[in-house]
């Protein structure tokens, strides 16, 4: 296993998910400068770079083609092509993921619980001393890093997911499930909690062994979110569980249906889904968590074989550097 290699991708992941997720058009370009020069090192290292078809690369090659087909009927062309550039790197991560195997894709995965864990730490560091609230912290709701709850409740999720298939060690597992899930909790996002919820007790069903553990937090995250309502009268972080203001009825009939796309994404099919809101239509995912979406996309055919992962990867092109 090439431990260079994929140590330096894990500092790449949890270093972009610090820098606002790659949202921000100069992250997007600092993190494009980088897989090139990375994709660049590997093929002198290695000699060749290799490249294969899948549904995944399609579907992200469509998407880059129609930002760059904008360019010429954009009202402000400067501004397309700049967008055009803020969706390559998505390309140049997929290639990357290309030149690793799915064991080795799994070990840099790992980066995501750890990140998640160190995002949340300096948040609540951040609103218990009030040193840099505002900054992770919107209208009373955990936004960490990337400054939006939903986006980041998703991150919590995916390292939960990537926990209870690469994570050994149970006192480690519980621990940062435990972490994570209060996380998803503090950002308020229903959906994404539903959804939590949801995984916990599937897991919970299907593994005698995480059981009573996902019972018990599935048992103090809704004591919790009660007690937090009664005491405060505030409906944000905790408050906001699906069973206050409206349950169900509330998150399918005003405009929570977002539930289902993001069902969809984890269930690793990287296509970018805009979720309706009531005022207006908001983008889902950063470029953070696509990024981990396309890297888990074929990545855990064996881990995920439950979830009917789709790792199929046709063989394309391998380029040779000169000798």
Not at 31 to 59: D, H, P, V, Y
Not at 81 to 105: D, R
Not at 202 to 214: L, Q
Request: charged share 15%.
């Amino acid at each position: 296993m090439r431990k260079t290699e994929i140590r330096i991708l894990q500092i790449f992941l949890g270093g972009i998910s610090l820098l606002f997720g790659g949202f921000y058009e100069y992250t997007a370009y600092l993190s494009g400068i980088f897989l090139c020069l990375f994709l660049l090192w590997l093929w002198k290292r290695r000699g060749q770079l290799s490249f294969c078809f899948n549904i995944t690369g399609t579907a992200l090659a469509v998407l880059c083609l129609g930002y760059g087909l904008a360019v010429f009927w954009g009202v402000d062309r400067g501004m397309s092509f700049l967008g055009f550039l803020k969706v390559i790197p998505l390309l140049l991560f997929l290639l990357t993921a290309m030149q690793f195997t799915v064991q080795e894709k799994a070990e840099i995965l790992k980066a995501v619980p750890w990140t998640g864990l160190l995002i949340l730490g300096i948040s609540m560091g951040a609103f218990v001393t009030g040193i840099g609230k505002s900054v992770f912290f919107l209208s009373g709701r955990l936004g960490g890093s990337f400054q939006y709850s939903n986006t980041m409740a998703l991150y919590f999720l995916l390292g939960m997911v990537i926990l209870f298939y690469l994570e050994k060690k149970r006192g480690r597992y519980r621990f940062f499930v435990f972490c994570l899930y209060m996380g998803i909790l503090f950002t308020g996002s229903r959906s994404v909690f539903f959804l939590g919820a949801l995984w916990l007790v599937f897991i919970g069903i299907k593994e005698k062994k995480h059981r009573w553990f996902h019972l018990l937090l599935l048992v103090l995250s809704g004591t919790a979110g009660i007690l937090y309502v009664s005491f405060t009268g505030d409906y944000q972080n905790i408050g906001r569980l699906p069973f206050w203001e409206g349950s169900f009825i509330g998150m399918t009939g005003s405009g929570y249906l977002q539930i289902i796309p993001w069902a969809w994404a984890i269930e690793a099919i990287p296509i970018y889904r805009d979720f309706i809101r009531r005022e207006s239509i908001r983008s889902s995912l950063s470029i953070m968590n696509i990024f981990n979406l396309c890297w888990m996309q074929g990545c855990f055919p064996d881990y995920f074989s439950q979830l009917r992962w789709s790792g199929n990867c046709f063989p394309g092109a391998s380029f040779r550097s000169k000798e």
